[in-house]
């Protein structure tokens, strides 16, 4: 008997039940097998691509039906919790592009979605005498944490931008870890059948992540980009994916593979502001391509954006810092210094801003 | 006519038969007698033409050893000649030859000793061949090394930018 502290994800078809009703069984059983080869094929390469070793040693996961469960136990939270994200977001956008969902979208039906909720929590791996009697010797792991994120992934329903819920344990860990990079909605305190008190769940709105394309399986990557291109001009785009893609989009300027592609990113995050009701980071992606795109740079544009950020999020940190550097390019130096200085008000432990301090007060 | 008339008429039928015979006989010996005639005068025509061929024979014989003897008067001077001259060229060969063995001897030695250079040349020329084809084939080795060092490193760079892109937005 071993306890550990793992991050749990559950994830399952949404409305599975109607479309059983509305399917035929052999209909209905084709979606299921479509559905469990991509998370199977997402899942598999997600772990091997961030080196967890599997079969119960950091990590299990099992396909049952319409639902997926994932353990992960690497003994590093924080890099669980980002995997457990990484993987929500990735079987999302692969059952996007699956067959079933782009035929539907063909037919300009509304898309199979799936629903996440993801946890951490101690739980107990043990090897369980009856199941080693009947062939199975893998232990098997029990805990409250598990049965709470089931009831968690089953509020993801009520969600309206990624669908992804977390519970409080994983809310507060990525509080403290900035660099996880993920915002939530406010909470909603749900009562679960069976746990007899209010519940706190959280509803991603936001998670920039880079690595969520280029650690998705090679053959799914090929045409992700144009899918995704293609679902947001759809009449009902889900608001997450134009993150998703605007975060692409500025790769692929970073790394030269498309030049141009500072011209698409501005027209998508227009277009974003209209249906993402979580704005800092769309303001912020703005902020970026104005000061960054070639074709686009207009440092009064990525101001305006940025100050749009900030009346939202006075303590974005993100925008202050962009701020700070416009100013800076702009040769207003000591406006720059007091931006700089308001990030040190808010982090005094951030580097840059620290150095870029350091360097003011020197060359005084 | 009665049948005892019938022997008188027989004995004529019989001198009749006798005379036809006599007739043929008679014809047959005019016959042999004019063919032997014949053939006496073809023999003696046969003999004529034997002797005059005997004749021509004898005279084409002669002809032909008076032209042998002709030719061979005229041709000997010349036959004493190439004899001559073909002794003159085989000791020409002759000397050549000695020359040839003579200056054999001599080179030997040189030419010996130029192939033993030659091949040590070779054997030197494909070492250093190996050496450099070795130390190409190294280079090309340490290129792909090096090339797909920076492809990696580009990567990293585009990982460790791309990740403080993330902190940024």
């Given amino acids: ?364 | 006519m009665s049948l005892g008339e019938l022997p008188s008429s027989g004995i004529y039928l019989y001198i009749a038969l006798g005379l036809v015979v006599l007739l043929v006989l008679l014809y047959q010996l005019a016959v042999q007698v004019r063919a032997r005639k014949k053939i006496g005068e073809l023999e003696k025509r046969i003999a004529a033409v034997e002797e005059g061929q005997t004749a021509v024979f004898a005279n084409v014989e002669k002809k032909a050893d008076t032209l042998k003897e002709i030719v061979f008067e005229k041709t000997k001077p010349m036959t004493t000649k190439l004899n001559e001259l073909s002794k003159k060229v085989s000791m020409m060969l002759e000397r050549n030859e000695a020359f040839r063995r003579e200056l054999e001897d001599q080179i030997e030695p040189v030419k010996s000793s130029i192939d033993e250079t030659a091949a040590k040349f070779n054997t030197s020329q494909d070492a250093m061949r190996k050496v450099v084809q070795d130390g190409k084939n190294e280079i090309d080795r340490m290129n792909k090394e090096v090339e797909g060092f920076k492809q990696e490193i580009r990567k990293v760079k585009d990982f460790i930018r791309d990740g403080i892109i993330d902190l940024e937005l």
């Fill in chain 1, 1 to 364: 008997m071993k306890e550990s502290n793992a991050t749990i994800l559950f994830a399952d078809l949404m409305n599975s039940t109607e479309l059983a009703k509305n399917l035929t069984l052999l209909e209905y059983d084709d979606m299921l097998v479509d559905f469990q080869n991509t998370m199977f094929e997402v899942v598999s390469h997600h772990l091997e691509y961030f080196g967890y070793e599997g079969e119960g040693v950091d990590s299990e996961w099992s396909i049952s039906g319409d639902e997926l469960r994932v353990f992960l136990y690497s003994q590093n939270m924080d890099f669980d919790i980002r995997s457990a994200l990484l993987i929500a977001t990735k079987i999302k956008l692969a059952w996007l592009a699956s067959a079933f969902n782009q035929k539907v979208l063909r037919e300009q039906r509304l898309v199979s979605r799936i629903g996440v909720g993801v946890n951490c929590g101690k739980v107990i791996k043990d090897v369980r005498p009856w199941r080693v009697k009947i062939g199975k010797a893998g232990q098997n792991i029990e805990g409250y944490a598990i049965n709470l994120t089931k009831r968690i992934e089953s509020a993801s329903r009520e969600g309206n931008v990624y669908q992804v819920m977390v519970g409080a344990s994983l809310y507060k860990r990525c509080q403290q870890n900035k660099r996880m990079n993920v915002a939530f909605s406010h909470p909603r305190s749900l009562v679960f059948k069976g746990l007899g008190q209010k519940i706190p769940v959280y509803e991603v709105v936001s998670f920039i992540n880079f690595e969520i394309l280029p650690s998705m399986p090679a053959h799914l990557q090929e045409a992700l980009m144009e899918k995704m291109e293609n679902t947001v001009r759809d009449a009902m785009p889900e608001p997450w994916i134009f993150i998703v893609l605007l975060r692409a989009y500025i790769t692929m300027l970073v790394t030269g593979r498309d030049d141009d592609a500072d011209v698409k990113a501005v027209e998508l995050a227009q277009q974003a502001l209209d249906v993402v009701e979580y704005k800092p980071v769309i303001f912020n992606m703005m902020g970026w391509l104005y000061t960054n795109g070639k074709n686009v740079r207009n440092l009064e544009m990525a101001f305006h954006y940025l100050d749009q950020c900030l009346g939202l999020e006075p303590n974005n940190e993100a925008a202050l810092l962009h701020r700070a550097r416009i100013l800076e390019e702009m040769g207003q130096t000591d406006l720059a210094r007091h931006a700089y200085q308001e990030i040190l008000f808010q982090n005094r432990h951030h580097p840059i801003a620290r150095r870029k301090i350091a360097q003011y007060q020197a060359a005084n």
